[in-house]
């Protein structure tokens, strides 16, 4: 009795080890996704790719192959490389600040404080209105709320916009950009707070410490993995910034606030060089990927080591 049992069990683990049984399995489970997620993402890549050899104009049924001479326009554009040398910097500050603004916000509304809960919904808000009315909202801010404020109390600081200056439009994007995303990295160091065990603080005020030794030396530690996520994602939405940056600055004065994304953008669609702009944008990427995979994984070594 038992051969026949053993035997069937053969058959069919066989049976569910062949590759079309697998393929099967995998189309069943995974493949409407699949393919959701090559139509959305690897096929519009790899057209982007294919444009960076062509001269296409956005317009033309012809999109006549140019070789590798997009690329090499791109590494002649000193405006390009201006731009991504400004959004370097721009993200190189923005995302500390972010992040310590955050990570202040956090202690805060995880302190005790009355009406906590209130305060979290109120930080977060910012980061749910669009790009594009945030940058108008804070240009009529710029434009017309200081200055108004700055004469009637003779503030000379505040007389002109700071928009109209080089140095200005700069500091207001980053302020702009801090006040978006510092709610929602907020709510990952909440979490990052909340996870710390209330045993091992405990432990560590019974050994004498300070509230700053604890957070110092014990939560920052084991809050590793909140800070990998939120350095991540502030790079990431820094350095691709443009509904901002177009609603607020427009680049001016001057362009000396045009961003990377931005001249990606003027260059594919409003001088009408697909080529260049899609090669311009792959490089935008690769830069984006190196610096989000290096600081992956320096964070993942911190986190395992702490």
């Known amino acids: 009795m038992c051969l026949p049992s053993c035997g069937a069990q053969k058959g069919i683990l066989m049976k569910t080890n062949t590759i079309s049984y697998k393929c099967r399995q995998f189309m069943m489970f995974a493949g409407v996704a699949t393919f959701i997620f090559a139509a959305v993402v690897i096929v519009p890549f790899v057209y982007g790719v294919y444009l960076t050899f062509t001269s296409w104009d956005g317009v033309s049924s012809q999109k006549p192959f140019v070789g590798i001479s997009n690329y090499l326009s791109t590494f002649s554009d000193a405006a390009y490389w201006q731009a991504l040398g400004r959004t370097i910097l721009y993200s ?50 710029f434009n017309r709320a200081f200055v108004a404020l700055g004469n009637a109390l003779s503030i000379g600081a505040l007389s002109t916009s700071w928009l109209a200056t080089t140095n200005g439009a700069m500091l207001c994007l980053i302020i702009v950009s801090v006040w978006q995303y510092a709610g929602y990295m907020m709510l990952i160091y909440v979490a990052g707070f909340m996870s710390v065990s209330a045993d091992v603080l405990e432990a560590a005020r019974i050994d ?37 940056n177009l609603s607020l600055t427009n680049g001016e004065p001057f362009n000396s606030s045009v961003m990377a994304a931005m001249h990606v953008y003027n260059q594919a669609f409003t001088y009408k060089n697909y080529g260049t702009g899609q090669a311009e944008a792959l ?11 290096l600081q992956v994984s320096i964070g993942k070594k911190a986190e395992v080591s702490a």
Not at 105 to 127: C, D, E, H, W, Y
Not at 222 to 232: I, K, N, R
Not at 283 to 293: E, R, S, Y
């Open 283 to 293: 490089i935008l990427f690769v830069v984006c990927a190196v610096v989000g995979v």
């Open 92 to 141: 190189f500050i923005a995302v500390i600040l972010v992040n310590v603004v955050a990570f202040l916000l956090a202690f805060l509304v995880t302190s005790g404080v009355k009406g906590q809960n209130f305060f979290r919904a109120g930080f977060f808000i910012p980061n749910l209105i669009g790009g594009i009315v945030l940058g108008y909202v804070w240009k009529f801010v």
């Open 208 to 244: 004498g410490c300070t509230n700053t030794q604890s957070i110092v030396r014990i939560s920052v530690p084991l809050m590793a993995s909140s800070f990998v996520q939120c350095l991540f994602l502030t790079i990431t939405r820094c350095f691709m910034v443009y509904d901002v």
